[in-house]
């Protein structure tokens, strides 16, 4: 059996090294040198990056030039005459710098990366990737941000941000103006940002930390989490997953399934507050200055107040049924789940 094996082995070993061989070659990287071009711009000059059918990382920041600084680079795995098969054209105008990366054929097989520096007194008015991630930094101006497969991280910048990204995570950190998000596949993170923010995913947890502003939460599958926001909450919904949400100014409207919510109020705005949890249980801790009418419900589980003082209920009160008021009363707490415990709490008393 051994004896007939081993010419087999090898007769295998002639077939199969030349298709390795073949394959590495395929593989090795190529790309050409940094192509550095600078534009002046007057004050307030709209800049566009469209690279909409092609890949690539793309980097733009500001710095404190009067001028911009574009460098890009082709790369390709397919060999050096790939490269010739892409070209980045740039025009300009009054208040306009467009910059565009083109394929000059249907197939080419070549990317595009780009690192950008604007004067602080440009505005990013666009930056569109096929598939690649995205870097933005200290820039200003409302923005939109679009690529396929790729991450973005934005840092800093001043204006209105929408950003889309087909898969892939988006990170903002100390931006001001507020943002539409929207991605899949991946988280969504805003930290220390001042503004609204509109947040939508798909499979994927959103984290919200050391914000100002009033947050639309949604995804379908992933952890909702927000901490400390000066701001209401007017939305949290998400599917199968945990919601937490702790040092709010106010909350308005919370939906999961399948899991927990832990809830922390300061005030009740004129909307009121709703938690609907589909079998999962519910933690709410409630300011002890808070004024309001409440209403708690489970259908299957109990009601548990903790040193809740302050709290008047009314006489159609059953178990699994609390109405009541909260102080001088108010607008409405509402809270319900399917199949759970709901617990009350004074915020005092929030781990």
């Not at 679009?146 to 100390?174: C, P």
């Not at 609204?196 to 947050?215: E, H, L, Q, V, Y």
């Not at 609907?276 to 933690?283: A, E, P, W």
């Not at 589980?301 to 159609?316: K, L, P, Y």
């Amino acid at each position: 059996m051994i004896a007939r094996v081993a010419p087999l082995l090898a007769i295998l070993g002639i077939l199969v090294v030349p298709l390795c061989f073949s394959c590495g070659t395929l593989g090795l990287e190529e790309s050409d040198f940094p192509h550095t071009e600078n534009y002046s711009v007057s004050q307030n000059t709209a800049v566009t990056l469209l690279n909409s059918n092609i890949n690539g990382s793309i980097s733009v920041e500001s710095w404190g030039k009067d001028y911009v600084e574009l460098t890009w680079t082709r790369r390709t795995t397919w060999g050096k005459a790939e490269l010739e098969k892409a070209e980045v054209k740039v025009t300009q105008a009054p208040g306009r710098l467009d910059i565009e990366g083109k394929l000059l054929t249907k197939d080419a097989k070549v990317s595009l990366d780009y690192e950008i520096k604007l004067p602080r007194n440009a505005l990013l008015a666009e930056v569109t990737s096929a598939d690649g991630k995205i870097r933005i930094a200290g820039t200003s101006g409302d923005t939109i941000v679009t690529t396929g497969l790729g991450n973005i991280l934005v840092q800093n910048t001043a204006g209105y941000l929408d950003i889309t990204a087909e898969k892939g995570k988006i990170h903002l950190e100390g931006t001001t103006g507020g943002a539409k998000l929207t991605t899949a596949d991946d988280v969504i993170e805003v930290v220390s940002a001042d503004g609204n923010i509109n947040a939508t995913n798909s499979n994927g947890g959103i984290t919200i930390s050391d914000c100002k502003g009033n947050m639309t939460l949604q995804t379908s599958h992933g952890g909702i989490h927000v901490n400390h926001l000066q701001g209401s909450v007017l939305l949290a919904r998400t599917r199968s997953a945990p919601i937490t949400i702790k040092g709010v100014t106010a909350v308005e409207v919370v939906e999961t399934s399948d899991d927990d919510v832990k809830a922390e109020i300061s005030i009740v705005g004129i909307n009121g507050t709703s938690i609907k949890v589909t079998k999962g249980s519910i933690d709410l801790y409630l300011s002890s200055s808070i004024n309001a009418a409440i209403e708690l419900r489970t259908f299957s589980g109990d009601i548990a107040t903790h040193s809740f003082w302050g709290m008047t209920t009314t006489d159609d009160t059953t178990e699994g049924h609390l109405k009541g008021t909260i102080g001088a009363g108010g607008n409405k707490i509402y809270v319900e789940t399917s199949k759970g415990n709901i617990d009350l709490f004074r915020s005092e008393d929030s781990p």
